[in-house]
């Protein structure tokens, strides 16, 4: 009996585990996150970036080391956040509207923990493809969030109420041939930023659906931007 019951834990706690890595991640648990540099509570500013879906923390953590190099200052913080979803490959921000929503409330959760710590905290989101959807829904409705970098966007969301947020630098980075997320996504966010004749640094380039050097170049000014 005692031997069933021992085998019944262990079988609980690996469903836990999976279930928490693999499937849905539960509101309960923070979202798992990879932090380089100072911790957010500790800095002055932090970069949050948001994986495409698909993708997660270790297909992306390669760009800070890019970053550095390009010039990226040890005393920001770069915080990688995983997708509460599970999405092929990897890990994702929801197929729905409504865990679409649950994502950007955890997100801005995230930020509201640092803030609540580090309250002169300077937040720049940043996301790539279905991230950066994401990314522009939390710079929409976060106030604590100041600057704002998408990277080949899928599809964004209440345009106007952005364009609205003049206290947010946006930075919009898009290939001109990719061939998975449009490239009129960002001229329409682009548009409905400049017709109320706000500055957007818009970084076009010939690449398809991934993150270049130029985009790369484009986060560090955006960092740089005050």
């Not at 390669?62 to 999405?87: C, Q, Y």
């Not at 829904?137 to 947020?165: K, P, W, Y």
Request: proline share 4%.
């Amino acid at each position: 009996m005692k031997e069933k019951l021992t085998l019944g834990v262990v079988v609980l706690l690996l469903l836990g585990v999976w279930v928490a890595k693999c499937g849905h991640r539960p509101s309960m648990l923070p979202l798992a996150t990879s932090t380089d540099g100072p911790a957010p509570e500790r800095a002055n500013q932090v970069l949050v970036m948001l994986h495409g879906s698909g993708g997660s923390i270790s297909t992306t953590d390669w760009i800070v080391d890019e970053l550095r190099h390009r010039g990226l200052g040890k005393d920001t913080s770069v915080v990688m956040v995983n997708g509460p979803f599970s999405a092929l490959t990897g890990r994702g921000w929801g197929e729905t509207d409504e865990e679409q929503r649950e994502s950007v409330s955890r997100v801005r959760k995230l930020i509201a923990s640092w803030r609540a710590r580090q309250p002169q905290l300077r937040v720049v989101m940043a996301g790539f493809s279905r991230g950066a959807d994401l990314a522009e829904q939390v710079a929409t409705h976060d106030a604590s969030v100041t600057g704002l970098v998408v990277m080949s966007g899928c599809a964004f969301e209440d345009l106007e109420t952005l364009a609205e947020r003049d206290d947010v630098v946006v930075t919009v980075a898009h290939g001109l041939d990719d061939q998975l997320c449009s490239f009129a996504n960002s001229v329409a966010l682009v548009s409905a930023l400049t017709k109320r004749g706000r500055e957007v640094d818009f970084v076009q380039h010939r690449e398809n659906h991934t993150i270049p050097p130029v985009a790369l170049d484009a986060i560090v000014r955006a960092l740089e931007r005050r």
